[in-house]
Nanobody, 126 residues
């Protein structure tokens, strides 16, 4: 049973930082492209960051570019999302997802992702 488990969410003040982790079981995560999505109340799920399986190239949504950094630790089978300078509009449930077929051109297409975590809440508020 493949599982992706996110952790690291919580309540943080505007301008603060958090690091989310996505740990995989039963799959070798470095064989899969991995992305972070988020969904705010009343809004659609959106892709915010991606790391490829082939060359570790990365992609970011414009809304988080320059503030968020995605990385992977293959030995730990974990993908991280470092989030700096957090804003209230970053408040959402954050999900990691893994895809065998996604690429840097199609990274934000939700339907391409085979495995999803359960989500972790990030709340940015003073």
């Amino acid at each position: 049973q493949v599982q992706l488990v996110e952790s690291g969410g919580g309540l943080v003040q505007p301008g603060g930082s958090l690091t989310l982790s996505c740990a995989a079981s039963d799959i070798t995560l470095d064989h899969y492209a991995t992305a972070w999505f988020r969904q705010a109340p009343g809004k659609e799920r959106e892709g915010i960051s991606f790391i490829s399986s082939s060359d570790d190239s990365t992609k970011y949504a414009d809304s988080v570019k320059g503030r968020f950094t995605i990385s992977r630790d293959n030995a730990e089978k974990t993908v991280y999302l470092r989030m700096n300078n957090l804003k209230p509009e970053d408040t959402a449930v954050y999900y990691c997802a893994a895809s065998y077929f996604s690429s840097s051109r199609t990274w934000s297409v939700i339907a391409l992702y085979d495995y999803w975590g359960q989500g972790t809440q990030v709340t940015v508020s003073s």
